[in-house]
């Protein structure tokens, strides 16, 4: 069965700060990154509209503020280096990422666009993660402009200048061939919604919670995931959206520029 995942980010500069929003079938974040033209002085959520697969996962906004203080930074994972992941919401984090990183450089606004087609494609649980067999597109936009076509089989892509590489373990490769940060910036946002395009082959509403084998295998990879919180996850029942077929419904709050 053949499935689309369309997920979007926006990203607008203004007077000394950077707001960036995300949507797809099972996340709404935004984030408000100010600064003084130097450093970061605030971070701040819209806790107006949030959208999570756990009813935890609005709680990480409080670790947020261990940005402040961070010197602005073009590369759009500059912030691994000033906090620790692990204990922020990784969809908050990476726009908090991409915010830093355009006020470094004096972005106006910029719109990615992805979606992810599936065809024939199934996940297993194994040991150090899912184990993915089948093929998969990924096409991302940038500001209207087709700059990613990805052909997968499995993890794998397939055709294109990325070629042969592994999407969950390329990033050491980029950092070493590739010191474009528009493409390298195309290419983790690429990353982040393949991941996310996980979420089709599941009823997100019907996954078990509680202590688990799935569960326990992400133990630490993020906020929610922390060991702490895992045996309390509650599911954020009825937060899943279709988009597949009305990609104008992303981020319609925003109205951002097609």
Not at 120 to 143: I, M, Q, T
Not at 232 to 249: I, K, M, V
């Amino acid at each position: 069965m053949s499935k689309i995942l369309r997920r979007r980010i926006l990203i607008v500069g203004g007077d000394r700060s950077v707001r960036a929003d995300v949507e797809d079938n099972q996340h709404r974040f935004g984030i408000i990154v100010r600064h003084d033209g130097h450093r970061v002085v605030a971070v701040e959520a819209d806790t107006t509209h949030v959208r999570s697969p756990w009813a935890q996962c609005p709680g990480a906004t409080g670790n947020l503020p261990r940005l402040v203080g961070m010197a602005l930074a073009p590369h759009p994972q500059a912030a691994y280096r000033h906090t620790a992941s692990a204990e922020q919401c990784t969809h908050m984090f990476d726009l908090a990422n991409l915010a830093i990183a355009h006020a470094a450089r004096g972005t106006a606004q910029r719109l990615y666009d992805m979606e992810v087609h599936i065809d024939n494609f199934r996940a297993e649980v194994g040991p150090r993660g899912p184990v993915l067999s089948g093929r998969r597109r990924l096409l991302l936009h940038r500001d209207g402009e087709l700059a990613l076509d990805w052909p997968l089989e499995g993890d794998e892509i397939t055709a294109g200048p990325h070629a042969g590489q592994n999407v969950r373990s390329m990033m050491r490769w980029v950092d070493a061939s590739i010191s474009d940060l528009d493409e390298i910036e195309a290419i983790t946002v690429a990353r982040r919604t393949l991941i996310v395009s996980l979420s089709l082959l599941f009823d997100m509403d019907n996954l078990p919670t509680g202590i688990n084998e799935r569960l326990q295998a992400r133990t630490g990879a993020c906020y929610a995931y922390q060991p702490a919180l895992i045996p309390t996850l509650t599911r954020a029942q009825g937060n899943t959206r279709d988009f597949s077929d009305r990609p104008e419904g992303l981020l319609a709050d925003r109205n951002p520029a097609r």
